[in-house]
C-alpha cells in the first residue's frame, strides 16, 4: 500500500513538472511572437515613412525644377508656323535670362500684362531702343531690311515705325499673317520682367526633335 501511494505520488510529482516545463515553452513563445509582430508593425510603419519622405522630396524638386529650371509648353495655335506646329510640345530654359540677355532672333515664351496666365511663343524682333516697322511685306529693324527665312509668309499690310521701349521687347509671330504679337494693343510690347524662358528645344513629336533656331 504504501509503495503504491509514493509511486501516485511520484507520479503526480512528475507531472506537474511536466505541465510546468509546457507552460513555460507556451509562454516563452507567445512573447516572441508578441515581439516579431511588434517589430513587424514598427518595419512596416518605418518603410511607409520612408516612401511618404521620398514622395514628397520628387514632388518638392519637381516643383522647383518646373518653377525655376526648365518646363514642357505646349503650343496651342498656328502663330509660329512653320516652326512651330499646334501641339507640338517644346523645352523652355527658364534660367537662362538670369544668365545671359535676350537676342535678336531668340524664340521666347511669355505672359502679357493682361494675362499672366496664359504663356505666348513667338520670336524676338526688337530690342530696348530699336525702331520697328513694316513696310510693303518686309520688317525693317532700325531702318535695315530683315532677312527672314523662318517665316510662313510676308505680312499682308504695313505697321508704323515704333521705338522699343527700356526693358521691353518687340515680338513677331512666324505665321506674320496669322498672329496675335507686339502688332497688337493687347500684346504690345513685353515687358523683360514677364519673359518665362526661351524655347530651346521642340520634343514633340518624336519624329521632329530639333534644335529651335
Partial sequence: MDKYKTCIEYEKKNNTKGNSGSDSIFVTRTRK????????????????????????????????????????????????????????????????????????????????????????????IGLSGDKVRIEKGIVYLNDKPLDEPYVLELPSYDFPEVTVPKDCFFVLGDNRNGSKDSRDPYVGFVPQENLVGKAIWRIWPLDQISVLE
Avoid at 69 to 78: A, Q, R, T
Fill in 33 to 124: 511572437e508578441r515581439k516579431m509582430n511588434e517589430n513587424s508593425k514598427k518595419k512596416s510603419t518605418k518603410e511607409a515613412w520612408e516612401w511618404f519622405q521620398a514622395i514628397l522630396v520628387a514632388l518638392v524638386l519637381a516643383l522647383l525644377i518646373r518653377t525655376f529650371i526648365f518646363e514642357i509648353i505646349i503650343v496651342d495655335g498656328d502663330s509660329m508656323l512653320p516652326t512651330l506646329k499646334d501641339k507640338d510640345r517644346v523645352f523652355v530654359n527658364k534660367l537662362i535670362y538670369f544668365v545671359s540677355e535676350p537676342k535678336l532672333g531668340d524664340m521666347i515664351i511669355f505672359k502679357t500684362p493682361e494675362d499672366n496666365k496664359t504663356n505666348y511663343v513667338k520670336r524676338i
